[in-house]
């Protein structure tokens, strides 16, 4: 099996802009950034990347501030596709479209089971900061703040981080029929890691999307609601 990645040779030069201040892009979440995107990225569900859009427009009218990029993770496909996807919001283009982890307690081909618990092994979803990269256990990573109380925000507590890891790739698929399991983190292939640390460090958002119904129609970010928000929770980058 062979896939071609996507990936935009403006992603080096993004990483290179990473540390100079949101106020010198221009992005803007607005009503037509939908339809540009799809253009770019065809593979993904118009009703995961708009529901995307509307959970980082929420975030941004309430403090926190303008992403240069957005990652969406669309946890309802399986794990042998590629369900990661990179934007550039500026450029409006497709960084990176590739496969991505889910917990091993969260499915096995799929997931379908998700927490906010410490030591339960499964993916958490909702929107997510992407925040300082670092060197651990498992190499160059990158740490997540969840900004959804009760739905995420023990991410950085569970160390749910992006890493490299070498159970995710085409090998793994030929051989079992999807790739490797996680302890719940958005695992990627070792060879675009550097990549996608360097394109969400310092603030860009992360969108984990599944179609739980409890969570659509009760997360404050769907609904904007600004009640259920828990404001204190956001995070501004800095």
Known sequence: MHRTRRFSTAGL???????????????SLDE????????VAPKIDKVVLKTAINASRCAVSNGVQMPERLAVIDFSLPSSQERLWIFDLEKEELLLRDLVAHGKNSGNFESTAFSNVEGSHQSSIGLFQA???????HGYSLRLDGLEPGINDLARQRAIV??????????????????GRSHGCPAVDNQIVKRVVDNLKGGQLV????????WLHSSGFLKCDNKTLA??????SG
Do not use: T
């Open 131 to 137: 925040r300082e990269s670092y060197f651990g256990k």
């Open 162 to 179: 992006i890493h490299g890891a070498d159970y995710v790739n085409d090998d793994w698929i030929s051989k079992y029929g999807r790739i």
């Open 207 to 214: 969108f984990k999307y599944y179609p739980d119904q409890e």
């Open 13 to 27: 030069f993004l990483a290179v802009c990473a540390a100079l201040p949101f106020s010198s892009f221009g992005a």
């Open 32 to 39: 037509q950034l939908l339809d540009r995107l799809s253009e």
């Open 231 to 236: 404001g204190k929770n956001l995070k501004k």
